[in-house]
């Protein structure tokens, strides 16, 4: 059965740097989200990204956060200028474009902010 | 905003009881979406439902619309059901953004 697929499994990075988690969708999948998971806490909304461009996006995606679909395969959530607090597991999904439909999410990537 | 609440937070059974996991909503929604959580953190959709009810295997999905609460239900409860089972609501429009209740942890003994 296609998966999403999310690396790196682990990140860990010195406060005030910029990382990059990537994500591959299931291919036939138009609409994908990044979801946040602190440490105890409920999963979060951040984003979700259709035809290009974002659809939706809550109030914790301000200007540090960006996303991007580079290429067919690949969609990349860029956080700039990191802080202790973006710590957390983060998830990927995607659905397809019919409505309504399951959201399959990747295994998620734990950031650490040091 | 749609604020999604499940009880209980935690729950222990022995195995092969019945078991169950409630979910309410505060707002109008298109789909309620049932989830499993893995102890490494993965998430695996397990239902989303819009009306009525839902089987697979041993887990059984409702959901009352009118009364905006859904719940989960396991049969025979076994040791591996043992994870974090969550409620999520799903926005009035196709695509959009999931709301995630607190997650019921469930421990279930052998």
């Known amino acids: 059965e296609p998966e999403v697929t999310q690396t790196p499994s682990h990140q860990v990075t010195q406060m005030g740097q910029e990382v990059i988690l990537r994500c591959v969708p299931i291919s036939n999948h138009l609409y994908f989200y990044w979801y946040r998971q602190i440490l105890g806490q409920k999963v979060e909304f951040l984003v979700s990204?259709?035809?290009?461009?974002?659809?939706?996006k809550s109030e914790i995606f301000d200007d540090q956060f960006s996303v991007e679909r580079p290429d067919g395969s690949n969609f990349t959530l860029k956080i700039r200028s990191t802080k202790l607090e973006d710590s957390a597991m983060y998830f990927c999904?995607?659905?397809?474009?019919?409505?309504?439909?399951?959201?399959?999410f990747g295994d998620g990537t734990r950031l650490s902010i040091l | 905003k749609n604020e999604v609440e499940q009880s209980p937070q935690n729950l222990t059974a022995q195995e092969g009881e019945f078991i169950t996991i409630n979910c309410s909503y505060s707002v109008g929604i298109s789909a309620l979406h049932w989830l499993q959580q893995h102890p490494g953190g993965g998430i695996v959709s397990l239902f989303m439902l819009s009306s009525g009810k839902k089987k697979h295997g041993r887990l059984i999905a409702t959901i009352n619309i009118q009364e905006k609460h859904s719940s989960l239900h396991i049969t025979a409860s076994h040791p591996r059901d043992s994870a974090v089972y969550i409620c999520a609501a799903g926005g009035e429009t196709s695509g959009s953004r999931l709301t995630f209740g607190e997650g019921t942890q469930l421990t279930v003994n052998p």
């Open positions: 999904a995607s659905s397809p474009d019919r409505g309504y439909q399951p959201q399959h």
């Open positions: 990204f259709y035809n290009n461009e974002i659809s939706e």
